[in-house]
């Protein structure tokens, strides 16, 4: 009888402390500060830091030092990674976890940095005749596995935030997709009634970008070069690479919601909103707060 419970005992601490290890360590990486150059290197990737609650700026901070010592940053073609580079990353990463319940993107042990679009090989299926092709990429998102990342295309997205790109978000986004198991453009939410409107609103702006694209496919094939507006649709400020899946969808509207905010909010209202619940943030405010600062009496 006592060595059944002794069995019993050392299974139970088997399954129990790696788990209350991993909390502790969560814990005690979230607390470490950063350094002042670190700090330095993360207000300039988001120059919108001071526009963020405090308790938000603390709440960035504890989980970027946790992403700097639990994911492996490599370089890859010759790239020599600085911490610059991994600052900027992290950075943008834990800005999608901000005022969320979360383990920083448990999944993920390794980001893969290119100094440039790299070529992956891509395979897909015509029936039952396998197809591979190369292709060129920016970034990229395996289940599971790493974050693949273009640094002169994550360069080029932060100087120019008006195009509504931003790789970094858009593979980051991916991740928060997948933690429910499956690439669908529907993350986990804390509770059900925190994603209750999340499929209308989602469903019904996908398939309006769907059809956008598909308009401008066949104005491009019959040679006609008129807008949208032209033909009685309105052109959308979502990257018609949405249109490709819900889950590309997803990561093409994070983008734009930290991108351009206030073009979003403004165009796609119910997404915006759909948005703002989700992130725990209202990018849009910071963006406003700014213009109202950037203006003086004569």
């Excluded at 370089?75 to 979360?102: F, H, K, P, S, Y």
């Excluded at 390794?110 to 396998?130: C, M, N, Q």
């Excluded at 002169?152 to 120019?160: F, G, S, V």
Aim: charged share 25%.
């Amino acid at each position: 009888m006592n060595t059944f419970l002794a069995v019993i005992a050392l299974a139970i601490l088997v399954w129990v402390l790696p788990v209350y290890w991993q909390k502790w360590r969560r814990r005690y990486l979230r607390a470490r500060p950063l350094t002042p150059s670190g700090y330095r290197h993360l207000q300039s990737a988001l120059p919108f830091y001071s526009a963020l609650a405090p308790e938000a700026q603390r709440e960035l901070c504890a989980n970027v030092s946790l992403f700097l010592h639990d994911k492996e940053f490599v370089g890859c073609d010759g790239l020599r990674i600085t911490d610059e580079m991994r600052l900027c990353v992290a950075a943008w990463a834990c800005l999608l976890l901000t005022g969320r319940q979360n383990r920083c993107y448990p999944a993920l042990r390794t980001v893969l940095l290119y100094p440039d679009t790299y070529v992956a090989r891509e395979t897909h299926f015509e029936g039952a005749i396998e197809m591979t092709a190369a292709s060129a990429r920016e970034g990229e998102s395996h289940y599971l596995g790493p974050v693949v990342l273009s640094w002169a295309d994550i360069e080029e997205d932060l100087l120019h935030p008006q195009q509504g790109r931003n790789v970094i978000v858009h593979e980051f986004a991916h991740k928060l997709d997948e933690e429910d198991g499956v690439y669908d453009g529907r993350p986990l939410f804390t509770d059900n009634e925190s994603g209750r409107n999340w499929a209308p609103v989602f469903r019904e702006e996908y398939e309006r970008l769907r059809h956008q694209v598909i308009r401008q496919e066949k104005k491009t094939g019959t040679g006609n070069t008129g807008s949208d507006e032209a033909a009685g649709g309105q052109a959308s400020i979502l990257d018609p690479y949405g249109a490709q899946s819900p889950a590309e969808f997803f990561a093409v509207a994070s983008e734009s919601f930290f991108s351009i905010p206030v073009e979003l909010r403004d165009h796609h209202g119910k997404l915006y909103a759909e948005l703002r619940a989700f992130y725990h943030l209202d990018p849009a405010a910071w963006h406003d707060e700014n213009l109202r600062g950037s203006q003086h009496p004569a």
